[in-house]
């Protein structure tokens, strides 16, 4: 049988490692899994500027100084695609992966973070690999010198917008109201750049391409009733995200979209279980908050071990 631990967390982001670090001062034992770089999403994010005591930092060199101090206290995230978490008869908790690897746990801090919402367009699955993106720090470089497409009003398509007018002739970004959703400094900061502009009260219809490449796509004008092709060689969708919750959905309450329902301590339906981060309930989804949730929830489970005896 697997090795207990206290605690098993799964997601190695801010909130996982944040949660290993309190478990660990605390004198539990814990591990941390993750099928991806520690760090989380944060190692997409070209800057980091609203971390308070962090005026500025790239996204990868924060993710790694978060990294190097949990290393410090001998902690280690262990590389598993967590595909399932179960829980035993006698309370303790499974978090089975894709291979043989299961690992066990007294409590269970779930982080697993959450993924890009599709727009569900045609077009949209077909080019995936041939112009559509949904990560500008990930892929931008690829379209140096040519005009791309960003769908969407809120932060991430601003700031990832702003990204891109560093590499790319153009930025076309789509949005169908007649306002942004982005923090005001990100919105100024954006139409100072040039090459920058937005294309208001419309959506995208379809991707359009050949050959296995973007070429354009087609939008309409929710208040004009008009129909437009606009060439571009890239496409980055921001229009929301969902949560990475399939692994606990059979087990912890979720609302109608799969965000695990907590408490003020990040405690789920399951008793020892905890959520935190962007795959729970009404997350604010930022580096700060998921310190946060992390703190908490890493407390709250500590008490919840203890009290097993």
Not at 51 to 72: C, D, F, N, S, W
């Amino acid at each position: 049988m697997a090795e207990l631990f206290d605690v098993v967390i799964v997601g190695a982001g801010p909130g996982g490692l944040c949660a290993a670090l309190y478990c660990t001062r605390a004198g539990l034992t814990s591990v941390i899994l993750d099928r991806g770089p520690a760090g989380g999403q944060i190692n997409n994010t070209e800057a980091v500027e609203n971390y308070l005591g962090i005026i500025h930092a790239e996204g990868p060199e924060l993710a790694q100084k978060m990294t190097e101090h949990v290393a410090a206290l001998g902690i280690e995230v262990t590389y598993a695609n967590v595909e399932k978490v179960t829980r035993e008869e006698d309370g303790a908790f499974t978090v089975h992966t894709d291979g043989d690897d299961k690992f066990r746990g007294r409590a269970c801090i779930y982080c697993a973070g959450s993924h890009p919402r599709y727009l569900g367009v045609p077009g949209e699955q077909e080019y995936r690999t041939g112009g559509v993106s949904y990560c500008a720090t990930c892929d931008g470089f690829f379209y140096k010198g040519k005009d791309v497409v960003v769908v969407g009003g809120g932060d991430a398509a601003i700031e990832e917008s702003i990204y891109l007018t560093k590499i790319v002739n153009t930025v076309r970004c789509v949005h169908r109201r007649d306002e942004l959703r982005a923090q005001q400094v990100l919105q100024d900061r954006a139409f100072e750049k040039e090459n920058f502009g937005v294309t208001w009260h419309s959506i995208v219809e379809e991707s359009v391409g050949e050959n296995g490449r973007v070429t354009g796509v087609r939008l309409l004008n929710k208040k004009t009733g008009e129909r437009t092709l606009v060439s571009c060689d890239g496409v980055f969708i921001y229009v929301g995200n969902l949560p990475n919750s399939e692994a606990v959905r059979d087990l912890v309450d979720t609302d109608e979209n799969g965000y695990v329902v907590v408490d003020h301590l990040m405690r789920s339906s399951v008793p020892g279980l905890y959520a935190i981060g962007d795959v729970r309930i009404d997350s604010v989804r930022q580096i700060a908050s998921a310190v946060g949730d992390g703190a908490t929830a890493a407390v709250a489970a500590v008490a919840y071990v203890n009290a097993q005896g």
